[in-house]
């Protein structure tokens, strides 16, 4: 299997500034997966166990003179640290920085490689950054898994197809600070959070415990998808209310997701969304976040890059 392209400088700048310090506040090891027209960056699609995020783009957004082969139809997926990816990204960056310019600047070449550790007798894989001067090239090796065989490979896209699924109802949250600095105030409360989406446009967060209730409602949100005509006699009741009679009517779903997660999906703004959409899977498998991603200078949707995750739900019991 190969796989070698040269990243363009915009993609350096999405990955180093923007996504790549963002995926390793979800976790410190994800799988790359390469096809041919796209490049994922996946946590916990196998195993199931936490936030499941998946950030993708097309190759065009990352990279020039791209070139993938493999017996697995041209699919390439492995695990990597995504600490020690941004490390050797931010250092061949600085090195193109200080030695390229004009004619003869430098290009970063990233391809996988297989060579001799120190000390070792078995030839193990990494990923290699090398920066391509006029005179000299500079190597950054980052290790990675073994490439996922074709069972795992086939595990990994039937994964990706089920974390594809959109929830039928979507609302718009413009603002992911307001969040941020409500969920700031709740971290020390409890460590369980309800969330209500309704059809009329309003999403209900609240905290619960013994001693004390938090909550937090955004009204008349604008909504994606299955949507409703928020009743005239619920204009003047509390949050509260207006969420049970909702969920009553069936026109709102509620889920409890750990508030550890919650706050975890908002480091996702280290990636410069525009805006979010939240939403709930049928029957409250997951409470879904969607970031959306605008052409620099327009309100046109950026199709080249998507980035979602899914909150694992909790029994109340748990807590």
Known sequence: MKFKAFLTENGVSLL?????????????????????DHAFFLH?????????????????ALFDDYRISSQ?????????????LHRALRSSVSICTEFGTGAT??????????????????????????????????????????PLSRTHLLELQT???????LPRTLVQVPDLNQLQSFVDRMKHVGDLLSVSIAKYGDLHVQISTTLITLGAEFRKLLVVGDQAEAPAEDRNVSAQTRSSRALLRGDAQTVQVSVKHFAKSLCYHLAKPDCAFY????????LTVIFQFFIPGS???????????????LDPASS
Do not use: W
């Open 159 to 165: 994964a990706l197809g089920l974390a594809q699924d």
């Open 16 to 36: 180093e500034k923007r996504f790549l310090p963002a995926l390793d506040k979800m976790g410190k090891i994800c799988h790359l997966y390469l096809t041919r």
């Open 72 to 84: 697995n139809g041209d699919r390439i997926a492995f695990a990597v640290d995504v600490s020690l």
């Open 44 to 60: 916990n699609l196998l195993n199931g166990d936490g936030i499941q995020s998946v950030a993708q783009f097309r190759k065009e």
């Open 299 to 313: 309100r046109q949707m950026d199709k080249s890059i998507s980035l979602h995750c899914r909150l694992p739900v």
């Open 279 to 286: 939403g709930i899977a049928p029957q409250g498998a997951c």
């Open 105 to 146: 600047a430098n290009r970063l070449q990233i391809k996988l490689v297989k060579k001799l550790p120190a000390n070792s007798t078995q030839p193990m894989p990494f990923l290699s950054l090398e920066t391509k001067g006029f005179k000299s090239a500079v190597i950054q090796d980052v290790p990675i898994s073994k």
